[in-house]
């Protein structure tokens, strides 16, 4: 094989691995509404890594356990009795070799007497990692779009270049 | 050519037509949506087989006639006017050759005299076949995630290893 | 190399390239979301070329620095500080060669006194063009979904063999 062959055919392998890599974390990423909302408690827990930490703004949750138990207990148990549904947005995905990062958006939507309630919008951004299993979420956090300062911070996170705007900095 | 040359050429096709099918099918999968939210009925029934189920909790719609005839509706043409968005989540795809199933999530969300009210979330689960015409839905199933046991067990089908946590399973 | 290898490399250069070119644009829509509900005024305006167009059912902005002023605008930053989601759905992309058009949906969800409120459904059209910076827009077109004629149209004008129906036309 020659050189300028070699040379084109590891480009277009890299190039086919980072593209395959962000369809496969997207994936990972649009999973995790499917099953928390039928509560497949292990399969939730399995897209983490097994000492991932899922951070949301009232609960820390370390550990695979933790995130199982969250499926499993009486709160989470209610919201699927009662019709609920985890809408994610696709996610932004940032890939570094065998690392990546990704932001995005969730709404907690819940039926109740009046039909159904928009509970929350949430901010996610996610840390993930290449396993021998594929991709798994080393980190995700969730902050909640109320106005905390927290939340557009963890959305800016994800953008290294990013500036957020503010009155006092004019 | 050589048979490790031609081994990774086909390698890199086989690996390449999986990341254009999964595109194709989530390019299908969000443009129902518009397609729908203006009427474009043709265009709608266009994206089953022609003998293609679409089944919703209300309605259950065989072959492309009767999706079409959905559409033309008077019921769907007042959605239309008053002010519609049939909003869908991007789907996860897996793909299996030249057949494939998606999940997703669907809102339906009317304006009104009190404004804008989410009238639904559902979970939706598509079968899909390659064709001569490209990618086309075999089979729609929606079920709205009002609580019925019917809506999670939709979402899970779609995982095959996936089991659903039940308070008595413990 | 033999013509029959180098077309087959370059079949495949060409398919990378529009999937690769497809993901791009997702990635550059997906990311306006987070960057204005942060206040990323630059990063923003930064997403359109120099006399880029944002066209919004009350607003015009012709190039950057009017889009910049927008996300600095006192307005704007309310919604930031009260809490806000600019939520957009994952978009359909046509690609041709070094243009490229998609629609998507966006949902602004505010958070106020009583929860989070969804203030409007809108229709979202796209026209973007590849520079030496990367994907970049050259119009977005965005239409409330009320009711207006406009906005079903908008949402019909990415396919091009689209037809919609209506009652009168029969």
Chains 1, 2, 3 share one sequence.
């Not at 480009?11 to 990423?29: G, K």
Request: aromatic share 6%; charged share 25%.
């Amino acid at each position: 094989m020659t050189d300028a062959l070699e040379q084109r055919l590891a480009a277009l392998e890299d190039r086919l691995r980072a593209v395959e890599d962000e369809q496969a974390i997207t994936r990972l990423i649009l999973s995790y509404a499917p099953l928390v909302d039928s509560g497949c408690a292990d399969q939730v827990a399995g897209l983490w890594e097994p000492d991932g930490v899922y951070d949301v703004d009232e609960i820390l949750m370390e550990g695979q356990q933790q995130i199982r138990a969250m499926v499993k207990s009486g709160n989470h148990q209610r919201w699927i009795a009662g019709g609920c549904a985890h809408f994610a947005g696709a996610p932004h995905i940032t890939l570094d070799g065998d690392d990546a990062t990704a932001v995005c958006y969730t709404l907690m939507i819940v039926n109740g007497p009046d039909g159904f309630a928009l509970r929350r919008a949430t901010a996610n951004h996610w840390t993930l990692r290449r396993t021998d299993q594929g991709w798994r979420a080393v980190n995700r956090t969730n902050r909640i779009l109320d106005g905390r300062e927290e939340s557009p911070d963890l959305l800016a996170s994800h953008f290294p270049a990013a500036e957020r705007f503010r009155k006092e900095s004019v």
